[in-house]
C-alpha cells in the first residue's frame, strides 16, 4: 500500500473516531484530549518531576518538558503528561494548550500500539486536517 495513502486513510479514521466520542468541534480542549484518551485505558495526569516513576531514568532527560519532548514541547508552554496504561505498562504523551486549546503533542514511545493515539492527537493539534 501507499503509505501517502496509509497516513490519509488512518488520519480519516482518527477523525471518525473523534467526532464518534466528541462530536464535531472547531477546537479540542484538556477535557476532549483526556475523554480521547480514555477511549485507550486508563489515564493518569502527571507533573514533570512524576514522570521518571513511569519510566526507566536511562535515556530520558527530566530537567525540563523542553529536553523531555527534544524541544516539541517549550518550556513555557501549559502542558500535561498524561500517562495511559496499555496492557502491562504505562505510555506517555505530553499535550500542550493554548487558551486551553491543544496545539501540539510529543509521544514517548512510538510503536504500533502508540500509533492510533498519536493520529488522533494529529487530528486535534491540527486545525488544517
Not at 496499555?86 to 501540539?104: G, R
Not at 510529543?106 to 504500533?112: A, C, E, F, P, R
Request: glycine share 2%; charged share 20%; net charge negative.
Amino acid at each position: 500500500m501507499d503509505n501517502q495513502k496509509y497516513v490519509l486513510r488512518k488520519l480519516e479514521e482518527a477523525k471518525q473516531n473523534i467526532l464518534k466520542t466528541l462530536g464535531p468541534k472547531d477546537s479540542y480542549s484538556k477535557s476532549d484530549v483526556f475523554k480521547m484518551l480514555t477511549k485507550f485505558g486508563y489515564v493518569e495526569s502527571l507533573a514533570l518531576d512524576e514522570a521518571p516513576m513511569y519510566l526507566p531514568s536511562k535515556g530520558y532527560c527530566f530537567d525540563s518538558i523542553s529536553e523531555f519532548t527534544n524541544s516539541f514541547i517549550q518550556n513555557n508552554s501549559n502542558y500535561q503528561i498524561y500517562a495511559i496504561r496499555m496492557e502491562h505498562h504505562f505510555n506517555l504523551f505530553v499535550v500542550s494548550y493554548e487558551q486551553n486549546i491543544a496545539n501540539a503533542y510529543y509521544s514517548v514511545n512510538i510503536s504500533l500500539e502508540t500509533m492510533d493515539i498519536c493520529y488522533i492527537l494529529e487530528v486535534m493539534t491540527n486545525r488544517d486536517l
